[in-house]
């Protein structure tokens, strides 16, 4: 597991399994929840933004100017980069060809 020593976790966050988890400087919400191999990071300089009660399932990314919206799940082997998520969403693929479901 990798956190950058700038990174400012929420104060309540949860890592299930975080064998190969990297987190760089984004900003997260409260009940941020990653598994094994995901990785948040930037792209040219610039962070994603998480918003509260955000889940990423394994080996998913999140990467650049991305904008991840309140009680989003970014399925497993999703890969975001500079796009925005509008809130409660479900995120599968990879960008630029993403397919966002409105999660009821």
């Known amino acids: 597991m990798d ?3 700038e990174v400012r976790l929420p104060e309540v966050f949860f890592f299930e399994h975080p064998l ?3 987190l760089g400087r984004a900003k997260y919400g409260n ?3 990653a598994m094994q191999g ?3 990071g930037g792209n040219k300089g610039i962070y994603p933004i998480i918003g509260e009660n955000v889940k990423m ?3 998913s990314k999140v990467l650049g100017n991305s904008n991840i919206g309140d009680n989003v799940l970014i399925s497993a082997n999703s890969y975001i980069k500079d796009t925005d998520i ?3 969403s479900i995120v ?3 960008s630029p060809n993403l397919i966002i479901k409105n999660r009821k």
């Open 3 to 5: 956190i950058y020593s």
């Open 20 to 22: 190969g988890l990297i």
């Open 31 to 33: 009940n941020f929840f």
């Open 38 to 40: 995901c990785t948040v």
């Open 57 to 59: 399932f394994s080996d």
């Open 86 to 88: 509008p809130r409660n």
């Open 92 to 94: 599968f693929g990879q």
